[in-house]
């Protein structure tokens, strides 16, 4: 979605540039070897950018994981992306990130092969720290805990669910032919396990958000 409104050509990046960004992040040879994914990852510089004048747009991830990031959605218009438990923990393994990530294991001590970790996932039958790890709903869908809790303390203005915005390829406006080729290429890289789930969960979804408007000059993801 952060490239997809960079596509805009509303906020920080021409449209051009944009596409020299995509171009890097998203290689082709990413369908083939979806553990590579991470490795090409380009972040904004959202402290340095928050200082900056003119119309910005930030990116958030898990935002409730460490507080480096915690105060970058303050005062800007946010959009909470999420997606339910099964299809983000595919994704995740696909791509080694967040429960199969390096940093992940060492943090919370897993040590199980990736099996036994996702049925633990699951079920809610690990410990981190000194809890366990229990899954929440969100509209009858199983989703990660820490979604309602980063929907609780951010409090955002736009709620919006992956299957849904790729099933319309539409958020705020009528998208641009950019936007739109953003998305297919996107949605082509994606794994094949990935893509059934992500088709499968879209055709009975409803989007759960409001009437959208641009009513902050920044935007934060």
């Known amino acids: 979605m952060y490239y997809y409104l960079l596509l805009s050509g509303q906020f920080q990046h021409s449209i051009n540039e944009t ?6 992040q998203f290689p082709s040879d990413l369908v083939d070897h979806p553990d590579q994914w991470k490795n090409y990852e380009i972040w904004p510089a959202n402290h340095d950018l ?11 991830c898990n935002p409730l994981w460490g507080e480096f990031n915690q105060d970058i959605p303050h005062n800007t218009y946010k959009i909470f992306l999420y997606t339910n438990l099964r299809l983000q923990m595919r994704m995740a393994w696909d791509k080694k990130a967040w429960w199969f990530s390096p940093l992940f294991k060492k943090v919370y001590h897993i040590t199980s092969s990736d099996q036994t970790h996702m049925r633990k996932i699951i079920k809610g039958k690990y410990h ?23 929907i609780q303390y951010y409090n955002p203005e736009c709620i919006v669910r992956l299957e849904d915005f790729v099933a319309r390829k539409k958020l705020i406006a009528e998208p641009n032919q950019h936007q739109l080729r953003f998305l297919d290429r996107w949605i ?23 009437s959208l408007n641009f009513i902050a000059p920044n935007l934060a993801l």
């Open 128 to 150: 981190t720290s000194n809890s366990f790890y229990k899954t929440a709903m969100i509209d009858n869908c199983k989703v990660d805990p820490f979604v309602p809790d980063t």
């Open 50 to 60: 928050k200082t900056c004048s003119g119309r910005k747009l930030f990116l958030v």
């Open 188 to 210: 082509q890289l994606q794994p094949k396990k990935a893509l059934r789930l992500l088709q499968s969960c879209s055709d009975n979804s409803a989007m759960q958000s409001q």
């Open 19 to 24: 596409w020299d960004l995509i171009d890097h």
